[in-house]
């Protein structure tokens, strides 16, 4: 099970720190990502981690902006959102899957989900 938190109403400009919370199995062991959907639009990769090699995945409209990264307790994994934009408003889902690679932001790959934090900056 994912959980997610962390979402909510920032100015543009803002800040913002989503969590995703794993029970039942370890993160460490797997590739985590977060995906974004905005109405009336297709799920969107924004970032992921292995969490073995520590190696990062970023869509390129979030680089520089958004940093992925695991949490100390190794089964949290985090998602920094700095200079938010308007266009970064939509549901934020984490997800988690066996490996990242190259196919990182191909959704239907991801095994595990949360059920979503919204985020809306405005």
């Known amino acids: 099970q994912l959980v997610e938190s962390g979402g909510g109403l920032v100015q543009p400009g803002g800040s913002l720190r989503l969590s995703c919370a794993a029970s039942?199995?370890?993160?460490?062991?797997?590739?985590t990502g977060w995906f974004r959907q905005a109405p009336g639009k297709p799920r969107e990769g924004v970032a992921a981690?292995?969490?073995?090699?520590?190696?990062?995945y970023y869509v390129d409209s979030v680089k520089g902006r958004f940093t992925i990264s695991q949490g100390n307790a190794k089964n949290t994994v985090y998602l920094q959102m700095n200079t938010l934009k308007p266009e970064d408003t939509a549901m934020y889902y984490c997800?988690?899957?066996?490996?990242?690679?190259?196919?990182?932001?191909?959704?239907?790959?991801?095994?595990?989900w949360g059920q979503g934090t919204q985020v809306t900056v405005s």
């Open positions: 981690i292995n969490t073995r090699s520590a190696f990062r």
């Open positions: 039942g199995f370890t993160v460490s062991n797997y590739c």
């Open positions: 997800a988690a899957k066996t490996s990242c690679g190259s196919a990182w932001s191909s959704y239907g790959q991801y095994r595990y």
